[in-house]
């Protein structure tokens, strides 16, 4: 007589199948659950790394808090209040802030404190390790403002501040220099083309010091024939 091995079947089971049927009864549970929290923590990962992305992208934008100054009509600011943008900086306070400039850099007062206070304005329309910052530091170490002050002063007039390009600007002005015994030196005709770059301040002490961030970047200046 021979022996069936199918379930429900006369005679003994085959004993592989009934392992095999019992280990996936006791193991096959615990495998599915591993496989289902593996794909459950390799989403969390993702959603992890989705937000300190975020996050790091947030940290990595921009903190400069953008201000509006209210000038008035010699350029000079009257009110400073912050903004949620900044707007364009208007041409004409370009042409004021860079009058006033070359009136600071090229002025000669007889006044030693008067003539601090210029340059010291003056300075800070410059940008710091600039080409225009060398070369007013060159122009002033071969040319002292308060030793010539002994001898005579300078006053400038300037009769014109023309855009050349977006960046470059062209500034001309009269100098009378007059001796300390009110005898005429000379009057001369002078010309700059001065290139700018703008820089919102984002502190207080930038704001009082260049409230526009108009800062030349580089210069040149010759005489008029």
Same mark, same amino acid.
């Given at each position: 007589?021979?022996?069936?091995?199918?379930?429900?079947?006369?005679?003994?089971?085959?004993? $592989?199948?009934?392992?095999?049927?019992?280990?996936?009864?006791?193991? +096959?549970? $615990?495998?599915?659950?591993?496989?289902?929290?593996?794909?459950?923590?390799?989403? !969390?990962?993702?959603?992890?790394?989705?937000?300190?992305? +975020?996050?790091?992208?947030?940290?990595? @934008?921009?903190?400069?808090?953008? $201000?509006?100054? /209210?000038?008035?009509?010699?350029?000079?600011?009257?009110?400073?209040?912050?903004?949620?943008? %900044?707007?364009?900086?208007?041409?004409?306070?370009?042409?004021?802030?860079?009058?006033?400039?070359?009136? #600071?850099?090229?002025?000669?007062?007889? #006044?030693?404190?008067?003539?601090?206070?210029?340059?010291?304005?003056? =300075?800070?329309?410059?940008?710091?390790?600039?080409?225009? =910052?060398?070369?007013?530091?060159?122009?002033? !170490? %071969?040319?002292?403002?308060?030793?010539?002050?002994?001898? @005579?002063?300078?006053?400038?007039?300037?009769?014109?501040?023309?855009?050349?390009? !977006?960046?470059?600007?062209?500034? /001309?002005?009269?100098?009378?220099?007059?001796?300390?015994?009110?005898?005429?030196? =000379?009057?001369? /005709?002078? @010309?700059? #083309?001065?290139?700018?770059?703008?820089?919102?301040?984002?502190?207080?002490? +930038?704001?009082?010091?260049?409230?526009?961030?108009? $800062?030349?970047?580089?210069?040149?200046?010759?005489?008029?024939?």
């Amino acid at each position: 007589m021979s022996k069936e091995t199918k379930a429900g079947a006369t005679g003994p089971e085959n004993p $592989y199948i009934a392992a095999r049927r019992e280990w996936n009864e006791r193991y +096959g549970d $615990y495998i599915s659950e591993a496989r289902t929290w593996k794909v459950v923590a390799m989403a !969390a990962l993702g959603i992890a790394l989705v937000a300190v992305g +975020g996050v790091v992208w947030i940290g990595a @934008q921009s903190k400069v808090i953008p $201000y509006v100054v /209210e000038v008035d009509k010699l350029g000079e600011p009257v009110a400073v209040n912050p903004a949620m943008q %900044a707007a364009p900086v208007d041409p004409r306070v370009i042409e004021a802030e860079l009058a006033r400039w070359v009136f #600071d850099m090229r002025t000669i007062d007889a #006044d030693a404190t008067a003539e601090r206070h210029y340059i010291n304005d003056g =300075y800070a329309l410059i940008a710091s390790n600039s080409a225009a =910052y060398q070369a007013m530091n060159d122009h002033f !170490a %071969a040319s002292d403002p308060f030793k010539e002050a002994t001898n @005579q002063t300078v006053q400038v007039q300037v009769e014109s501040v023309l855009p050349l390009s !977006a960046n470059t600007w062209r500034i /001309e002005w009269e100098e009378v220099a007059t001796g300390r015994n009110g005898e005429l030196a =000379y009057d001369q /005709e002078w @010309q700059a #083309d001065v290139t700018i770059a703008i820089h919102p301040p984002s502190d207080a002490a +930038g704001i009082m010091a260049n409230p526009m961030g108009i $800062y030349v970047t580089d210069f040149s200046w010759t005489k008029r024939l």
